[in-house]
């Protein structure tokens, strides 16, 4: 059975900083592409960073770029998302995602089958 549980939201004042794991179980973790998106209330899903199967190719949203970090350690199974600076906007529910796919990263929601139950992320300001 794959699991992806995700951790590490909370409330933050804006400025600050956060980092999101996503511990994964059942799954060849090392051949996988992995993505972080998140879904504010009333808006879509969207992807705000991906990472390919290597971790040599990460892909991310320009509302993010600069200030967030996506990683994985494929020997702990483990999927990671650095955020900082954050900004009330950045408030959202953060979900991870698996992705079974070729050799680079992937931002459609359609390309990951496995995904996580999410994280509240809430940045005050």
């Known amino acids: 059975q794959v699991q992806l549980v995700e951790s590490g939201g909370d409330l933050v004042q804006a400025g600050g900083s956060l980092s999101l794991s996503c511990a994964t179980s059942?799954?060849?973790?090392?051949?996988?592409?992995m993505g972080w998106f998140r879904q504010a209330p009333s808006k879509e899903r969207e992807c705000i960073a991906a990472?390919?199967?290597?971790?040599?190719?990460?892909y991310y949203a320009d509302s993010v770029k600069g200030r967030f970090t996506i990683s994985k350690d494929n020997a702990k199974n483990t999927a990671f998302l650095q955020m900082n600076n954050l900004k009330p906007e950045d408030t959202a529910v953060y979900y991870c995602?698996?992705?079974?796919?070729?050799?680079?990263?992937?931002?459609?929601?359609?390309?990951?089958?496995?995904w996580g139950q999410g994280t509240q992320v809430t940045v005050s300001s």
């Open positions: 995602a698996a992705s079974r796919g070729g050799i680079s990263y992937y931002i459609s929601i359609r390309s990951y089958a496995y």
């Open positions: 059942g799954l060849p973790f090392s051949r996988f592409a």
């Open positions: 990472i390919n199967w290597s971790g040599g190719e990460t």
